[in-house]
């Protein structure tokens, strides 16, 4: 395939898939490895990235720059993954077992938070997420939820989609929605307090 290194479809903007991986790799296997937190696998999702933009580089117009067009071609293939994670969602083993772990946070006469269950301050007045020592310890917190539950943690406040999206993409109702993002945070900060405080 022959293509014009200096302009894309539309002209407005330079394409060159020989400078894909100088340029983009690093960033696409930490966007994918920060998403799905599997090593191998964010590789092959880039290396599939670069297979697809290659397949569809006569349709891009240009009106994004090419690293974010590489990068929406990567974000679809994440969710993708997600999707056939989520379809096992039915595989209720890691749901069962996250939601028994929360049947102890919560006083069952009153409602109100066990005691060693209550959420405690972080104790930190720097910003945590740029913290790397804290940012491990989310990562690992958040592969101990189920696979749904991460995934719609994960495009919720990682890549800040908006709700409607993600049941669309997930296919859950936004009731489902609601329900396992609040019981991915409950999960995530019982995790954060164990290990992090």
Partial sequence: MLIDKNKSVTGSEPVDPLQWVKRYADYLYTYAVTRINDEE????????????????????????????????????????????????????SGVSEAEQDQKNFFDPDDGHWNEDFRPKELGAEEDLLVNAEF???????????????????????????????????????????????????????????????
């Fill in 41 to 92: 696998q964010a590789r092959d999702l880039v290396q599939e990235t670069f297979l697809a933009a290659l397949e569809k580089v006569k349709t891009f117009e240009g009106r994004s720059s090419e690293g974010t067009w590489l990068t929406a071609i990567l974000k679809n293939k994440i969710i993708d993954v997600y999707r056939k994670k989520s379809s096992g969602l039915s595989n209720k």
């Fill in 135 to 197: 940012s491990m310890i989310l990562q690992k917190c958040m592969d101990k939820l189920p696979a749904l539950w991460s995934a719609v943690f994960t495009l919720k406040h990682m890549d800040e989609e908006v709700t409607e999206n993600i049941c669309e993409t997930l296919k859950i109702t936004p009731s489902n929605f609601w329900v396992i993002m609040h019981r991915a945070k409950l999960n995530l900060r019982a995790c954060l307090q164990k290990n992090w405080i």
